[in-house]
């Protein structure tokens, strides 16, 4: 007998002007695709092409655990596996649809993690952040597996969008993936970050205050993705002060990879930066042994007439 999964609320979405929603089978899990029919959102008469399919495949291992209308298809996730519809018809009052199984062994239960960006669909799992590439999925956080191991799962996992800008009062931005997650860091103790994609680089962006959820909201004014969270009695817009300086952090690494006839030692160092304003900065070279640091000033590029 398997293990049931805790279903806190039934997937739905809306594709192809039809709801689309997951419902419990007799077995109380979350396996019966529902539809509603032509005549409306609310059209539940089977003469209108509503109606219902059961998922019975093994690669759904327990639920459904969200219906996501992404890139004009019908993604079906569940646990361990997901599915797309691509198109629907009706012939003599009933739906006609073949659901595409895109994965047999990928899954997530953490409904909050999908979003579109640009082409791809985002989510993620235990495992990592995966993308849909078309009708394969490929795990794309490869450098956050080091993070991921020590990541609070008790806190549900959740992702944004956000247009983050350049420069104060310029026009330019970067599109990025952002996800949330309760890190257990070794050094500064657990903390909230955020984990953000930028094309195919990973940036960690850290928190002041414990967050315990994000979401993305498309603010039409100014034609630009923002991100809002919560600590739980709040909502607050993340990333949106574009004149306060954010102190940065960049940590390489100097590691074996616990290779025993691998080492490696610090023989040169250098940092390269880009300023529109004088910054002043610290480099810092460290071994096993020791550290040595150094204090470095960036200035604004000489414009001579």
């Known amino acids: 007998q398997r293990p049931k999964h805790v279903q806190r609320r039934p997937?739905?979405?809306?594709?192809?002007?039809?709801?689309?929603?997951?419902?419990?089978?007799?077995?109380?899990?979350?396996?019966?695709?529902?539809?509603?029919?032509?005549?409306?959102?609310?059209?539940?008469?089977?003469?209108?092409?509503?109606?219902?399919?059961?998922?019975?495949?093994?690669?759904?291992?327990?639920?459904?655990?969200?219906?996501?209308?992404?890139?004009?298809?019908?993604y079906i996730f569940g646990d361990s596996s997901i599915r797309q519809i691509g198109s629907i018809s009706v012939s003599s009052s009933i739906t006609n649809f073949t659901p595409l199984t895109l994965s047999s062994d990928v899954g997530t239960t953490y409904p909050m993690t999908i979003t579109s960006y640009q082409r791809l669909v985002l989510f993620a799992n235990k495992s990592g952040v995966h993308a849909i590439f078309g009708s394969s999925i490929q795990k794309v956080s490869d450098d956050l597996d080091g993070i991921f191991e020590l990541i609070d799962f008790s806190q549900e996992l959740s992702a944004a969008l956000n247009d983050i800008h350049l420069t104060v009062n310029e026009g330019g931005s970067i599109h990025c993936y952002l996800l949330l997650v309760r890190?257990?860091?070794?050094?500064?103790?657990?903390?909230?970050?955020?984990?953000?994609?930028?094309?195919?680089?990973?940036?960690?962006?850290?928190?002041?205050?414990?967050?315990?959820?994000?979401?993305?909201?498309?603010?039409?004014?100014a034609q630009e993705w923002d991100s809002f969270g919560s600590a739980g009695s709040d909502v607050t817009q993340h990333l949106n002060a574009v004149g306060v300086p954010v102190p940065i952090l960049l940590r390489t690494a100097l590691t074996s990879h616990e290779a025993l006839v691998l080492a490696k030692q610090a023989i040169r160092a250098g940092v390269a930066t880009t300023s529109n304003a004088a910054q002043f900065f610290t480099m810092s070279i460290d071994t096993e042994n020791g550290s040595n640091s150094y204090p470095l000033a960036a200035v604004a590029q000489v414009n001579w007439i």
């Open 11 to 74: 997937p739905i979405d809306v594709f192809a002007g039809r709801v689309w929603w997951a419902s419990a089978d007799a077995q109380g899990n979350y396996r019966v695709l529902n539809f509603t029919g032509t005549a409306g959102y609310d059209d539940l008469n089977p003469a209108n092409a509503a109606g219902s399919t059961t998922i019975s495949d093994n690669d759904l291992s327990h639920n459904i655990t969200a219906i996501r209308n992404r890139n004009n298809y019908l």
């Open 183 to 221: 890190y257990m860091d070794p050094q500064l103790g657990t903390r909230s970050i955020q984990c953000v994609l930028q094309n195919d680089q990973w940036f960690i962006v850290a928190h002041g205050a414990p967050v315990k959820a994000i979401c993305p909201l498309f603010l039409g004014a």
